[in-house]
């Protein structure tokens, strides 16, 4: 495969991905028994990992989606820019945020700001990856697969440049493919 050029190690691999699936569905099912939840895949990123997470969780639930963006390239802009919006009313609903990685934290507090606003009854935040050193907004998430290191990674619905989604594993990108762009 020519995009395994690209990828300087595994960081995540499919069989660790798989358990932490396991271990967030089992955990946000126990949390979620009896409530009206809504899963909120953050697009494009997350939807990879909400398909796997969502096949893990027993209790009701129903899926949504937001498309927002603040980053260019490999760097966060600091502005959320909006591109699609929920199509259900989240008033009243116990919301998990899906994201692929908690990075700045810019677009997910932005994003627990807009639903707080729209009356959910409850707002949390599950990310496949945490990268705290690089936080710029003061947010946590409630339920985190793996924190990384500050490494750009790619794979399980991450991208760099719209490439590189489709590798079954958490990579880091070598700098060779985006250092002088």
């Known amino acids: ?27 946000i099912s126990k ?56 199509d259900i009313n989240p008033d009243g609903m116990d919301i998990v945020l899906v994201e692929d990685i908690l990075d700045s934290g810019i677009t997910l ?22 990268k705290p050193q690089n936080r710029k907004a003061d947010i946590t998430a409630d339920y985190v697969g793996k924190v990384i290191p500050d490494e750009f990674v790619i794979g399980y619905g991450l991208d760099y440049d719209e490439k590189y989604r489709n590798l079954p594993f958490v990579g880091v990108l070598s700098p060779k493919v985006y250092e002088n762009k």
């Open 109 to 130: 507090k932005y994003l627990k700001n807009v639903l707080k606003d729209r009356h959910a009854a409850s707002i949390k935040v599950c990310a496949l990856l945490d």
């Open 1 to 27: 495969m020519a995009i395994m050029d690209d990828v300087s190690k595994v960081l995540v691999s499919e069989e660790e991905l798989k358990q932490i699936c396991k271990k967030l569905g089992e955990q």
């Open 31 to 86: 949390d979620y028994e009896g409530k009206k939840l809504l899963l909120v895949s953050v697009l494009k990123g997350a939807v990879v990992f909400m398909s796997d997470l969502l096949r893990e969780i027993t209790c009701d639930c129903i899926i949504d989606f937001m498309a927002v963006s603040s980053y260019s390239g490999t760097k966060t802009t600091g502005v959320v820019k909006f591109k699609k919006d929920l």
